[in-house]
């Protein structure tokens, strides 16, 4: 329970379960409809959250799971991660090798903005608009926790 009286789900083992519901919904799946989806594969020298076949689109993803919010600004990470960084700099490779790289951010707190927190992990909030610079898709995805229930919510959530 926050601060403000809402749950939070912190355990980051849900948020392979919640994407693999997501991309399998296409009505609320930032990709539509999907041919294809492999969790875990190796790009480079990581292995990357999801790749996804769209038609001919080849889509390599990695999820973050945020749940920090101040003043409904939510924030990623909460302590400093060097695999994060690692992550965005392989999306970044693809991205500039011509495929299509995205971050979902699974936001568990009620905000209506993300930031990366740079006073934790200066490199990561780097990192982070070096690939929204290359074209890296970023997809907030607000959704809450109630009762022992995960919700979805349309909410559009500005990344400044």
Avoid at 91 to 112: F, H, P, T
Avoid at 131 to 143: N, W
Wanted: glycine share 6%; net charge neutral.
């Amino acid at each position: 329970l926050s601060d403000t009286g809402e749950d939070v789900l912190i355990n980051s083992s849900f948020h392979r379960k919640i994407t693999d519901i997501i991309f399998n919904d296409p009505e609320i799946s930032p990709f539509g409809k999907v041919d294809y989806i492999k969790a875990e594969k190796r790009y480079g020298d990581s292995r990357l959250d999801y790749y996804i076949e769209k038609g001919s689109e080849k889509i390599w993803i990695e999820t973050k799971g945020v749940s920090l919010s101040i003043d409904n600004c939510a924030y990623f990470p909460d302590a400093p991660s060097i695999r994060a960084v690692k992550h965005l700099n392989e999306l970044i490779k693809i991205k500039k090798s011509g495929g299509r790289a995205a971050v979902i951010l699974i936001i568990m707190r009620d905000s209506n903005e993300f930031k990366p927190k740079a006073d934790t992990d200066q490199l990561f909030s780097k990192t982070f608009y070096d690939a929204v610079k290359e074209g890296v898709e970023i997809y907030p995805i607000q959704l809450s926790f109630r009762n022992g229930t995960i919700y979805w919510s349309n909410k559009q959530i500005v990344i400044s």
